[in-house]
Each structure stands twice: as structure tokens, then as C-alpha cells.
């Protein structure tokens, strides 16, 4: 049995979970950070006399930066390591925060949101495959739901923070929280936050054997003499290679095809049905309650994911979810008039919804070797955010078309049954070859250091 396989099967030590712990708290931190453009809004736009275009524009800058760090910053992750670019991007985020707070006007203050958002995108991926190669085998879907849960979590408590700050202090006061609390973690990073043993044992930058052992050390494992051997054909196979030939060409396609369409539904329910529900029901009020219904049971739903996850494979928790999300979307189509109904429909909705988030972030590292993953993740949220600016854009022009409210929710329902069928087809892939990853490390006897 080779090290990483005794690891995960073992249970978790305290250096593992402090690990995890400082990830989830840059989670959290980067949900904040992105959440605060929204809060700050309305003064910006009284201060600054900006025009609704404008005012989307500078509320949509973060999400392009986000899409860009996803699919060009996050493989680097795959190149220089986890710790590596992860202080990379809390490099960035700083710097977009920081500039934030001085920016003199919409222009300025767009390109520092897109410069944060370029952290935020490069961060989230990269996190998600260190939190998923330092939890043991029996845990992983568990944490990963929790931390899928940091990040509306922090826009949450962003919210808390700007509702007595903004009146006070102005807009200015919520962006200089941010950078202080991410500089701060910066620092936390620096100091304590590892290396992946994954990334170490398969792309082995100098020094390796040294820092291994260094890792083995404070889980409590004896140290290794050599580095295992590595098979010729993960030598020479690059990230973008591996995720896309063979067998893993497929469950990429799965895996990238099924999160796009999840996404597209998620994003058109997160920035449509509040307003769809105040034109149906001439009731603002009710519209607003929807949409802060819908996101606390987003919340939820990634803390339901976890607890089923410590009993339950996350695959199938997976299909499930997206399937009851699917009918959900088909239900709520029928009963968004009838206010009372709507309320505890769009409480599931955000639930399921975002159980299928957590439950990819949980499926997809299974599938790459550690010379990919991040890569393989990257690009598959990455292609995510892309879709999350297209779809309520889409949304838009059918509304203008005049297609009824009730047949848009249930046009999503098919990308989400789009999206359960695809997690199907990725698990028949993996039972055909009775692997997920399609090439592992070659295992190595843990042995003693003379």
C-alpha cells in the first residue's frame, strides 16, 4: 500500500485538518471579498450618479475576472503547487482590494474588481483540489460540502459587516475590511498553509524527498528513503493531455458539460426569480424574500450534502440531487403565483441547487491524477462562470421575447436533468474501468529512514 493510500485511509490528524481549516477560512474570506460590490452598490451609485448599464457592468467585473482566474490561473496550480499559487492569488486579491478603495471612478473601479475577481477564480478551484487530496477517503465528500458552503457564507457575513459599516463609514469601509482581513490570511497562508502531498510526490520540484518527509513527519508517518517510481506514461504526459485523451476525454466532457448545465440553472434562479416573482405578484417585498429564501437554502443544502455524504457515496448523492432539482425548477414553474407554496418551493430549490455544486466539487478530483486535477477543476468551473454571464443574459432576451415566467423554469429543468444524465454516464465510465483517476502514482512501501 503506498503512503497517500495509508493517509487517506487512515484517520485525520490534527495537520490535515488545519490544512482544511485555513482553506475554508480563505473560502470564506473570498465570498466576502466578491459579495461586497453588491452591498455597497446602492451608495456607490448615489455617491457616484451611475446609470444602471454602468452600475451592471461594475456589478458583473468580478465574475469575468473570476471565469479568466479559473481556466488561466488555476492550472498553474498544477505546475508550481497548491501553497505556490494559492499565495499567488492572495497576492492578487490584496492588490484588487486594496486599489478598490481608492478608485476615483466607474472605469478604475471595474478593473480593480476584475483584477479581484482574477484571485478569487485562480483561488477557488485550487483550494477545492488541496481540501480534497488532505481529507481522508471516509470524509472527503463531507468537507468538500462544507466547504462549497464557505463562499455564500462569507457573502453572507459581508452583509452583516456593510449593513452598519456603509451608513457610517461609506462604500469605501467594506472593501478596506476585505483587504485587511485578506492580507491577514495572506499571512496566516504563508506560515502554515502546505504543500499538497499529491502534487510533491507527482511533479517532484527540487527539494521533494525533503519537504515529504517534512509532511510525513508532522501527520506522524515514517519517513521515505526514495521518491516511489513514477510510470513512463505519467512522466510524460502533460495536465492538458491527460484531461483531455483516453478514457478521462470522456468523464471531462461529463464532468465540464454537467456543471455548465447546472450552473446556467443556478444563475438564472440566483439573478431572475426575484424580479419574476415582484412582476408576477406586483409585490417587491416578496420578490426580495424569494431571493434570500432561495440562498439560505443554498447554505443549507451544502450542510445536507456533507451530513449525507458521511453515510452515502457522493456520485449518487449527486444524481439524486440534480433529478429532484430538476423537478423542483418544473414545480416551481407551476406555483411561483401562489406566494406561500413559492416560499417553501424556493427553499428547495436553493437547497438542491447547491448540493449539486457541492456535490461536483466533490466528484471531480476523483477523476484526475494529481498532475491534472487542477487543471481538470479549473477549466471545469471556469467553463461554470462563463455560463453564469450568458445565462441570465439569455434569460433577458426570451423575457423581451415574451416567453410566460412559468415556461422559462421549465426550460432549466432540462439542463438539470441534462446534468444528472451526464454524472450517470461519468459513473458507468468509472465502473467499466474500475478507476477513477486514469493513471495513479505507482504505490510505494512506506519504509523508514535509515
Not at 469575468?64 to 492550472?75: I, N, Q
Not at 486579491?93 to 480593480?112: P, R
Not at 426580495?288 to 451544502?302: H, Q
Request: glycine residues 10%; hydrophobic residues 55%.
Amino acid at each position: 500500500m503506498d503512503v497517500l493510500t495509508q493517509i487517506r485511509q487512515s484517520r485525520m490528524t490534527r495537520f490535515q485538518v488545519m490544512a482544511i481549516v485555513i482553506a475554508l477560512t480563505l473560502i470564506l474570506i473570498d465570498g466576502f471579498d466578491v459579495a461586497v460590490m453588491a452591498y455597497a452598490a446602492p451608495s456607490l451609485s448615489r455617491a457616484w450618479g451611475l446609470d444602471p448599464v454602468t452600475l451592471g457592468f461594475l456589478l458583473s467585473a468580478s465574475l469575468f475576472g473570476m471565469a479568466a482566474g479559473s481556466l488561466f490561473l488555476t492550472p498553474l496550480a498544477d505546475k508550481i503547487g497548491r501553497r505556490k499559487l494559492a499565495l499567488i492569488s492572495l497576492v492578487i486579491i490584496s492588490v484588487g482590494m486594496i486599489l478598490s478603495v481608492f478608485a476615483a471612478d466607474a472605469m478604475q473601479l471595474m478593473a480593480f474588481r476584475v483584477i479581484t475577481g482574477l484571485g478569487v477564480g485562480g483561488m477557488m478551484a485550487n483550494l477545492n483540489v488541496l481540501v480534497s487530496e488532505y481529507a481522508s477517503d471516509k470524509r472527503r465528500g463531507t468537507i468538500i460540502g462544507i466547504y462549497a458552503a464557505g463562499y455564500p457564507i462569507g457573502a453572507t457575513v459581508g452583509g452583516l459587516v456593510a449593513a452598519p459599516l456603509i451608513p457610517l463609514y461609506g462604500w469605501h469601509s467594506v472593501f478596506i475590511v476585505g483587504a485587511a482581513l485578506t492580507v491577514l490570511m495572506l499571512l496566516v497562508s504563508w506560515r502554515f498553509l502546505p504543500e499538497s502531498l499529491d502534487y510533491l510526490l507527482t511533479r517532484r520540484p527540487v527539494g521533494a524527498l525533503t519537504r515529504i518527509n517534512g509532511i510525513l513527519a508532522k501527520i506522524g508517518r515514517p519517513a521515505l528513503n526514495d521518491l516511489p517510481a513514477l510510470p513512463e506514461a505519467i512522466r510524460q504526459q502533460s495536465a492538458v493531455s491527460e484531461i483531455l485523451s483516453g478514457s478521462t476525454r470522456y468523464r471531462t466532457l461529463a464532468l465540464w458539460i454537467g456543471y455548465a448545465c447546472l450552473v446556467a440553472a443556478y444563475y438564472f434562479a440566483n439573478t431572475w426569480t426575484p424580479k419574476i416573482v415582484a412582476a408576477a405578484s406586483g409585490n417587491d417585498s416578496l420578490g426580495v424574500s424569494i431571493g434570500v429564501i432561495a440562498n439560505a437554502g443554498g447554505i443549507l443544502g451544502c450542510f445536507i450534502f456533507s451530513a449525507l455524504a458521511i453515510k452515502f457515496r457522493s456520485r449518487p448523492l449527486l444524481v439524486w440531487a440534480l433529478g429532484a432539482a430538476a423537478a423542483t425548477y418544473l414545480l416551481f414553474g407551476l406555483v411561483f403565483t401562489h406566494t406561500n407554496v413559492a416560499l417553501v418551493v424556493a427553499l428547495f430549490l436553493g437547497i438542491l441547487t447547491t448540493a449539486g455544486i457541492a456535490g461536483f466539487y466533490a466528484v471531480a478530483p476523483e477523476v484526475y491524477t494529481a498532475r491534472a486535477r487542477a487543471t481538470g477543476i479549473g477549466w471545469m468551473i471556469g467553463l461554470g462562470r462563463l455560463v453564469s454571464i450568458i445565462a441570465p443574459i439569455l434569460v433577458g432576451y426570451l423575457v423581451s421575447g415574451g416567453w410566460q415566467p412559468e415556461n422559462i423554469f421549465f426550460l432549466f429543468a432540462i439542463p438539470l436533468a441534462a446534468s444528472a444524465l451526464c454524472i450517470v454516464a461519468l459513473g458507468i465510465s468509472i465502473r467499466r474501468s474500475g478507476s477513477a483517476a486514469p493513471a495513479p502514482v505507482a504505490g510505494s512501501p512506506v519504509t523508514s529512514a535509515a
